[in-house]
């Protein structure tokens, strides 16, 4: 087994050689085997466990065997206490996807701080098939399908060649000990379920399970690689960045084979899984919007926007007094009197001094405002405006107004107010510039 792990790393792993190695390790069978393996192998390692604090004594017994495993080998040892539960509460997520998110943070924070090179976790074969199967019940897709990558990042899994079984027979030759986790023996989760219920009858029903669910994967891989590629063309046929973010052409997207599939893969990239509400987006009315735990998608017209989910919106109110020749925030303007009346443009505009009355407000612009557009006749909800402007909501969020006894001065970067026009009763003349090259 040991040489099988040896010849394994010299044909896939060789930038493993020399470096510096941080293992993680429960205490468990496959973990113990993962570091006493390495040990023997020569390799400069460091123990890292996590005690999640979920079973009480067992938990601080893991920890404490850990802790002597790491002694024994004479390497380093490093140990975290973590507030599972109250964290899981806090981010809304479940033990188990707390505790990984917990793991993973940490082990990578030790990884820069005592300069490890890779960080090696102890997955294997048969945690490869239980998840395949798991995501597999949940209708995943290839993605889903094609097992648990060897390498991510700085993460490394050299055990995934090995069954369970195998690991369980060195580790007895070998006369190792390790820990039993409790949880582990129980059916109440799917990835427990399926190792003591569907996979041991799987197992007897098909021979050399392991190795042709393997092959199945390999070949998967492959096909995801054609995927990709052919995804890289579409994307630069129908997406384009934009200022805020991306835009997705629905009509180009709509002439090529399979839209809804090409949509569903073009989409998961920014965390959008829905399947349903993904393919309702191209005829869903404009306004429409779906969110990822980290973007958004928003229906405008013949265009679905993707941006990033934004920070809340400061509301504040910013006063400007007659003194003031310049503001940086929110957005940086510039007061100048000046003797003439210049051209105006989205950008400048002139107004009558002597109609302004301090202070000045710069405010976001709310439901049933509304203004005298510059050159006509009579007002105008912003509502109405923005929608003749075929503005997206994306560009709606960012508008700031200058606004005088609340009165609309400026839709900042749009359009001005009639009501503060310079006329030929005019004395003083305010230039407002927006400086967007500041």
């Avoid at 040991?2 to 896939?12: D, P, V, Y």
């Avoid at 470096?19 to 468990?28: D, H, I, N, Q, T």
């Avoid at 400069?44 to 080998?73: I, Q, T, W």
């Amino acid at each position: 087994m040991l040489e099988k792990l040896r010849e394994h790393i010299a044909k896939n792993m060789a930038f493993l050689e020399g470096k510096k190695l941080l293992v993680a390790c429960s205490g468990g069978l496959d973990s113990v085997f993962l570091a006493r393996s390495f040990h023997e192998l020569g390799y400069e390692l460091g123990l890292a466990h996590c005690n999640f604090g979920l079973r009480g004594k067992e938990s601080d017994g893991d920890a404490e065997f850990v802790s002597e495993l790491a002694e024994m080998l004479t390497i380093p040892f490093y140990e975290e206490l973590f507030q599972t539960e109250s964290y899981a509460k806090k981010e809304k997520l479940s033990i188990q996807m707390a505790a990984r998110e917990l793991r993973y943070a940490w082990f990578e924070e030790i990884r820069e701080d005592f300069d490890y090179d890779h960080i090696l976790t102890a997955h294997h074969a048969d945690d490869s098939l239980e998840t395949f199967l798991i995501n597999l019940s949940r209708g995943s897709g290839i993605r889903g399908l094609t097992g648990i990558p060897a390498i991510t990042d700085y993460i490394v899994r050299p055990l995934l060649p090995f069954s369970r079984e195998e690991i369980l027979t060195y580790a007895k030759e070998k006369g190792y000990f390790w820990r039993e986790d409790s949880s582990n023996a129980k059916s109440d989760y799917l990835r427990n379920a399926l190792r003591h219920e569907v996979i041991p009858p799987m197992k007897n029903l098909v021979k050399g399970l392991l190795d042709q669910v393997a092959t199945a994967q390999a070949h998967l891989r492959e096909s995801e690689a054609l995927v990709k590629d052919y995804m890289a063309l579409v994307q630069q046929l129908v997406i384009s960045e934009t200022e805020d973010g991306y835009a997705l052409d629905i009509e180009k997207l709509s002439e090529l084979p399979n839209p809804d599939a090409l949509l569903y893969e073009l989409l998961n990239p920014f965390g959008f899984t829905a399947w349903k509400d993904i393919t309702a987006l191209p005829e869903a009315q404009s306004g429409k919007t779906i969110t990822s735990p980290t973007h958004r998608i928003i229906k405008d017209r013949n265009r679905l926007l993707i941006t990033e989910i934004p920070a809340e919106q400061n509301e504040q109110a910013f006063e400007i007094d007659n003194r003031t020749t310049r503001i940086d925030q929110p957005l940086p303007i510039i007061f100048r009197e000046v003797s003439e009346l210049g051209t105006g443009t989205t950008d400048k505009i002139f107004v009558d001094a002597a109609k302004l009355k301090y202070p000045l407000i710069v405010r976001k612009w709310e439901d049933g405002d509304y203004f005298f557009p510059f050159g006509m006749k009579g007002k105008k909800k912003l509502s109405k405006y923005f929608k003749d402007e075929k503005l997206s909501l994306v560009a709606k969020e960012k508008i700031w107004l200058l606004e005088s006894d609340g009165q609309i001065v400026w839709i900042i970067g749009y359009r001005s107010d009639d009501r503060f026009k310079v006329d030929g009763d005019t004395d003083r003349i305010l230039q407002i510039t927006l400086n967007r090259n500041r």
